[in-house]
């Protein structure tokens, strides 16, 4: 294997990709352990390297003395070349070892792009695509992360999914498979029904799926006495300790820093998002925790630079000491503090400012859309005078940069929307050179909505291209200006994650052509081929478009109706419905409880939900006795 790996990587790109011997990589004597488990990403190694979740999965599993977990990334195309050419299987970095040697290999699954990614770490390795497929010696197939709330498109190549928070529920599953195996077990599907019960474990051959004959959904029921109607996703109360020895890569990552996770979890409640909607409730880590942990990570890997992440990270009730704290204990240590996710408001700049350091090169805030109306319609309710306010303030501390994202396409958008977004930009300019001359600067961004599964805009439409393409030209039309720079994305990736996020499990078959024909790194703009997703869906007799375009009626049975991940639909379907009214939702980290339906399973959320319901009850007799309740 070494002798070959020799004569193979000085003719790919960046052969560091495929070498491993990174600084706090853990390499265990095989011969020592007792389960052997495969980390596979399916993207490049710079963008899994990237991820802290596998980072944490890596850290625990390799916590055992006998377990050892090993990394598998997604080889670029010449390196998949090479492999073929030359007859080598796919490895895992520490041990050099093919991946069908392994016991167990878990995949994350962060977007929907990688699918045809996964199939080639699969079929690299020597392992058969199809889960149905594959005979008692080969690897258990395990998937996880994000996309896994809508896991039917993947259901044909997963043995059994992990849906929600891993930290517990994986290393419970890994210990069961180990005792089977201790017990003389061979039989596959015997172990998965043994765990198809577990709390968000999804075994899809214990699943049937029936249609109408129009190709909606009609049914999703359990085949077998041990699979749940549902299966509700898993949740970590308490946020376990981050890893403190992260693998040092040899190159440049996407994010090439430290980053320590502040919060999970996120109430606002903007009704595109699908991050906000399934990982609640909001959990916390404590000042202390936050601070010895950066404490270690820097001591351990010699960065300069720590990332406190959330999916909202000015909303952690302490963020401003931390950051402040941070700052003063690095001072002269030259250390950059970067925050993700900020709110738009006047506390983030001044939050953001406290950890500058000097350095205001530019600042991010994400209004989304370009007028109030629209702004309230996807439950994002600030108003322009907020955004004016927060740069103006930025402007005047010496920032010289704004970054600003929206979305095109959103559900009930008008061209008036659109032309809001360059109305908001010009006034964002004239501040910024109000203050800085001809150094302001503003990048905007502009993405397709994708309506998501789990959030109230699941049932909504998205945008065909061609809508898109003129929405987009109004844009240019209006933002040609000195010192605006306009970017945005490919309209046909847009639909083809949508197409794939709302799927049903039929789309394995498309997923599988496309991989066949070629298709990978479908994320990727320069690797992207329409015309093979095209191709492998009329040859499938499926429609793409018929997926991404269509807009679901609130009583159709969803291709992930059978996945709880504790917001409840019709929680969902009332918000939707609020949505078209105009109506905000108030987030519950602030404001009253929602009943989303997380307080009947979450204890810190029930005194919330006991006191809005009190508020609600009030409010409705008070309407009944004015005579305008409403049915």
Not at 168 to 192: I, K, N, S
Not at 467 to 493: F, M, N, P, T, Y
Request: net charge neutral.
């Amino acid at each position: 294997m070494l002798q070959q790996l020799d004569r193979i990587l000085p003719r790919v790109q960046k052969p560091a990709r495929y070498t491993g011997g990174e600084f706090n990589s853990i390499v265990k004597d095989w011969s020592r352990v007792a389960l052997k488990v495969a980390l596979a990403f399916p993207d490049v190694y710079e963008i899994g390297m990237s991820n802290l979740g596998l980072a944490i999965i890596y850290d625990l599993v390799n916590q055992r003395d006998d377990w050892l977990a090993e990394r598998v990334y997604a080889p670029w195309p010449d390196m998949e070349a090479e492999l073929r050419r030359v007859g080598l299987p796919l490895y895992a970095l520490e041990s050099k070892r093919p991946l069908r040697d392994f016991d167990v290999i878990c995949f994350s699954l962060a977007y929907e792009q990688g699918y045809t990614n996964a199939l080639t770490i699969l079929d690299l390795g020597g392992i058969p695509l199809q889960a149905d497929q594959r005979g008692e010696e080969a690897p258990l197939v395990i998937a996880g992360g994000p996309a896994t709330v809508n896991p039917e498109p993947m259901a044909a190549f997963i043995d059994l999914f992990v849906i929600g928070d891993a930290e517990e529920a994986l290393p419970d599953l890994l210990a069961r498979y180990q005792a089977w195996r201790a017990e003389g077990g061979r039989d596959r599907v015997e172990f998965l029904r043994r765990v198809a019960a577990l709390p968000g474990i999804y075994v899809p051959r214990f699943y049937d799926v029936t249609y109408h004959p129009d190709g909606t959904v009609a049914r999703i029921a359990p085949n077998d006495p041990a699979a749940p109607p549902r299966v509700r996703r898993t949740l970590v109360s308490t946020l376990p300790p981050l890893p403190v020895r992260p693998i040092v890569p040899f190159i440049e990552t996407v994010h090439d820093r430290v980053a320590v996770e502040v919060m999970r979890g996120c109430t606002r409640g903007c009704r595109f998002c699908q991050p906000g909607m399934v990982t609640r409730p909001v959990r916390e880590r404590s000042t202390e925790e936050i601070l010895a942990t950066v404490d270690q990570l820097l001591r351990n890997t010699g960065y300069e630079e720590v990332s406190l992440l959330s999916l909202s990270t000015s909303d952690h009730s302490t963020i401003d000491e931390v950051a402040t704290r941070l700052a003063e204990r690095y001072a002269d240590q030259h250390l950059q503090i970067s925050l993700s996710s900020l709110r738009v408001d006047s506390f983030s700049v001044k939050l953001a400012d406290a950890v500058a350091r000097g350095k205001r090169s530019g600042l991010t805030f994400a209004p989304e859309a370009g007028t109030q109306r629209l702004r309230e319609v996807i439950n994002k309710p600030l108003t322009e005078e907020d955004l004016l306010r927060s740069v103006e303030a930025a402007f005047q501390r010496g920032w010289t940069g704004i970054k600003l994202y929206f979305m095109i396409g959103l559900p009930t958008e008008t061209d008036e929307d659109v032309v809001g977004i360059v109305t908001l930009i010009r006034k964002v300019l004239a501040l910024g050179r109000s203050f800085c001359g001809d150094r302001a600067e503003v990048r905007v961004t502009v993405s397709t909505f994708v309506p998501k599964p789990h959030t109230p805009f699941q049932w909504a439409p998205q945008c065909p291209p061609e809508e898109i393409a003129r929405k987009v030209a109004i844009l240019q039309r209006g933002l040609k200006l000195r010192g605006v720079k306009l970017s945005w994305h490919d309209a046909g990736e847009s639909r083809l994650e949508a197409a794939l996020s709302r799927g049903d499990r039929r789309l394995g078959a498309v997923i599988e052509r496309a991989f066949r024909k070629g298709a990978r790194f479908d994320a990727w703009s320069d690797q992207f081929k329409p015309e093979l997703w095209e191709e492998a869906a009329a040859e499938s007799g499926l429609d793409l478009s018929w997926y991404a375009y269509r807009r679901r009626p609130l009583g159709e049975v969803l291709p992930w109706s059978h996945i709880d991940t504790g917001v409840t639909e019709a929680f969902l379907r009332w918000d939707y419905r609020r949505s078209t009214r105009q109506e905000t939702t108030p987030d519950c980290h602030y404001d009253v409880c929602s009943a989303c339906g997380l307080q009947k399973h979450v204890a810190s959320c029930q005194a919330l939900f006991n006191a809005a319901i009190e508020e609600r009850v009030a409010v409705r007799q008070a309407a009944l006795a004015a005579g305008r309740g409403r049915g």
